[in-house]
């Protein structure tokens, strides 16, 4: 496990990079196969005044399983920390569970490594709203996955949307939730 640490308006030291990487070492005997680990560390001012801190952990395995957490704190990066480490911590017991349910008794059989590792110990953000131009540009890594990974990568994430390479068609697909319920998938083509 590659666990890459990027900072913005942080100053990370040795002893917050050891202190990072002791928590999320563990993630492996929780989640078998996890191929990188990417920490996005942040420190904000925010317009009503004071500093906020950001944290944020995606979380990748060796089958394209994206798992992201976020957490933004007043206090400290310490906190922030072990508060998206714990979110993390869920997102694998509701991925775990969600797995098992899909396969039934199956489980042990289908993913024996999945099935023995261990549980993890599981223990209202608000913004506003800046529309005067691309406030964020992010570059995708696609795997190929059918409509059914996507959605359950999508409900791991809690998106509204996902973007994905179908593996049926090897086209780039938006998979996202509908306003009245259910799902709908945009298959765009250039004209």
Known sequence: MQI???SRNVRVDDRLQDYIEKRLTKLDKYLPGIGDVKVDLAQEHQKKGGERVIAQVTVRDAKGTILRAEEKNQSELTTAVDMVV??????????????????????????PEFASAEMPPVGDDTEEDDLSG??????????????????????????????FCNANTGQVNVLYRRENGGFGILEPHVA
């Open 4 to 6: 890459k640490i990027h």
């Open 134 to 163: 691309i406030m964020r540009r992010k570059r995708l890594e696609l795997v190929p996955m059918s409509e059914d990974e996507a959605l359950d990568q999508m409900e791991l994430l809690d998106h509204d949307f996902f973007v």
């Open 86 to 111: 714990d979110k993390i911590y869920r997102q694998i017991t509701r991925y775990k569970g969600k797995q098992r349910r899909r396969s039934g008794e199956r489980f042990e059989i289908l993913e």
